[in-house]
């Protein structure tokens, strides 16, 4: 498989649990990104890493939320407490940094539902 | 605060017309211009992109004409097919970051 996999694509889960999510990149690709989209909205930043080291982190990040690349290569997003209003559509993506035209690659997604 | 602003909203053209979907910007630092499209069930995925030292890009069907001084951008799909039915997203970035600040969407819809 040559693309960005995520799993699960579905998650419900109940107010105040807890839920992470994976994401696995293209194998030689050194940067990875969360986003999030809800219904009819775009895609929006939530962190990126290169490589282990996470550099940027969204204002929509909050306490909750905790996102970890430990040896450069898959990644984990995790929500605690999760509220009703976490339900969305959470994106994984990956590029390789130092290509003349970098690109940024999208996995499917994992749909989280927040009863 | 939005700062890429899209529309429409929603596209519908006939088979064989030309889509056009219109994108303005905010932030005079953002260098990279990309276009998404998304269907549904599936993440985004890169059509073509464009910097801003070029005022039009071709690849294909796909066209991006880009105005710097306007601060606007837009996206035409010339022959428009049934297939092309989807999402269109437009997206900007800055410096070399590729943290995208995504417009809200064109839902486009082409019919036979």
């Known amino acids: 498989d040559t693309g960005v996999s995520q799993n699960p694509r579905h998650k419900i889960t109940k107010r105040g649990q807890n839920v992470t999510f994976r994401c696995d990149p293209i194998?030689?690709?050194?940067?990875l990104y969360w986003y999030r989209q809800t219904l009819g909205q775009g895609p929006e930043f939530l962190t990126y890493?290169?490589?282990?080291?996470?550099?940027?982190k969204s204002r929509l990040l909050s306490d909750r939320f905790s996102a970890e690349r430990p040896k450069g290569s898959f990644s984990t997003l995790e929500i605690q407490r999760t509220e009703q209003g976490d339900s969305a559509m959470y994106l994984c993506?990956?590029?390789?940094?130092?290509?003349?035209?970098?690109?940024?690659?999208f996995g499917s997604g994992t749909q989280l539902s927040v009863l | 605060q939005q700062q890429v602003k899209q529309s429409p909203q929603s596209l519908i053209v006939q088979k064989g017309g030309i889509s056009i979907i219109n994108c303005a910007y905010e932030?005079?630092?953002?260098?990279?211009f990309p276009w998404y499209q998304q269907f549904p069930g599936k993440g985004p995925a890169l059509l073509i992109a464009?910097?801003?030292?070029?005022s039009e890009k071709k690849e294909g069907r796909f066209t991006i004409s880009f105005n710097k001084s306007a601060k606007q951008f837009s996206l035409h799909i010339m022959d428009s097919q049934p297939g092309d039915s989807a999402t269109y997203f437009c997206?900007?970035?800055?410096?070399?970051?590729?943290?995208?600040?995504f417009g809200s969407g064109t839902r486009l819809q082409v019919q036979p």
């Open positions: 997206a900007a970035s800055r410096g070399g970051r590729r943290a995208l600040t």
């Open positions: 194998s030689e690709h050194n940067r």
């Open positions: 932030n005079t630092a953002f260098d990279y």
């Open positions: 993506a990956s590029s390789f940094q130092g290509s003349p035209n970098e690109k940024l690659f």
């Open positions: 464009i910097r801003p030292d070029v």
């Open positions: 890493f290169q490589n282990e080291a996470q550099l940027e």
